[in-house]
């Protein structure tokens, strides 16, 4: 007999359920959410359980608790935080093209600022964490792992924390990106040539020249996955709404202000 599958907790699985609701518009923002002992009821979980999760939906931006009153759906691209890209990965089903290029357009705000401080602080740290690629296997899942691994491990080693907080907070969607990014070929090929010209960088101890291999592959994993042809060969058909380009243009404003910088 097989390995039997662990069943969701109850926590789990109403959060699940009620974002899947939400995306779907069973719930649409706007409307409010049924009373406490229906929605428990319809759920088949504890009021306690209901609430604790309540508290996370609300905590992450998709509900409006209010005292007294029907709990309101809010319009989570407009409301949500970093969050709830992270929901949308993970209940919403397939990954479209639009969202992999929002992301990695995200990264390509971000990466060349952290790599050039990472060659600055610790050029040696810096060829440590690139010498992981040398024996990769060509798989999208192992390059995906080494990307995330390798730009963390910059973003750490640049001395400024806050790189490194960002890209937590996006783990899951960016780890989810990467996974897809990495199907096609051309997309290892490309890597192997970014991470052997910042390897060079890496070992001259040269911060100028790091930080312009980084931008011009950063920018070539963007502009590749704009090509209105890259969604209909390469990622499945898009179940996220068309605002996300407004979700991912507040988190870019942020980080510009985080970081001092104009998006």
Known sequence: MGEWSRPPRPAAYAESALIAAIVRGTYAPGTTLPAERQLAALLGVTRPTLREVLQRLERDGWLAIRQGKPTIVNDYWR???VNILSSLVSHGGAMPA?????????????????????????APEVVRLLGA????????EAYAAHDWALHRGLALASGNPVYALILNSLAAPFQGVLRHHYRAPAARQAAHTFWQALLAAAVAADPDAAEEVTHSAMNRAYVTWRRPDRGATAAPKARFPARMASLVAQVRQGLARVLGRRA
Do not use: F, K, M
């Open 79 to 81: 409301d949500g935080s």
């Open 98 to 122: 639009s969202l992999i290029a929002q992301l990695l357009e995200v990264r390509s705000t971000l990466a060349p600022g952290y790599v050039r401080a990472a060659i600055e602080r610790s």
């Open 133 to 140: 690629a040398s024996d990769l296997p060509d798989t999208p």
